[in-house]
């Protein structure tokens, strides 16, 4: 006999985990009588992040009429008179400000979740106030006096 006739196997390779969890590779383990431990994870397999906001974490305290806080109507008004004198539309306004332009329509239309920070950013590109008691005057910058 010559070494062309012998042949050696030096080893098997095993099984890939994602084989042995796949659905025929279990199926088979029962029938042969195996033991098989499954469970299946919470939330396995998904890329959600599970932060509460603070309007959520409100809006579960809330015990009587399960709605958000919204922008009131006069504000809106603001929101809009000010755009307009300044010749821009709520796409161009949504731009400036890099928020989406429905964001506008909605605090226009007085359904928007009031947020400081977008009101901020409207305020400083209309120039005019937005927040406190002298709504609807020019803002000043941080550089004048009164």
Not at 25 to 49: E, I, L
Not at 54 to 83: F, M, P, V, W, Y
């Amino acid at each position: 006999m010559s070494d062309w006739d012998t042949v050696t196997v030096l080893k098997k390779r095993a099984p890939k985990a994602s084989t042995m969890k796949s659905e025929q590779a279990v199926n088979a383990a029962r029938r042969s009588g195996v033991q098989v431990d499954t469970q299946m994870k919470y939330g396995a397999g998904s890329n959600k992040q599970h932060v509460a906001t603070k309007n959520t974490a409100k809006l579960d305290r809330e015990t009587e009429e399960l709605k958000h806080e919204t922008i009131s109507l006069d504000l809106g008004k603001l929101i809009q008179q000010g755009r307009q004198s300044k010749g821009m539309s709520q796409k161009e306004l949504a731009t400036k400000i890099n928020e989406k332009p429905q964001i506008i329509t909605d605090y226009e239309a007085g359904r928007g979740i009031p947020n400081n920070i977008i009101i901020g950013k409207i305020e400083r590109a209309l120039g005019i106030k937005l927040r406190g008691k002298d709504r609807g005057k020019p803002l000043q910058t941080p550089g004048e006096k009164k």
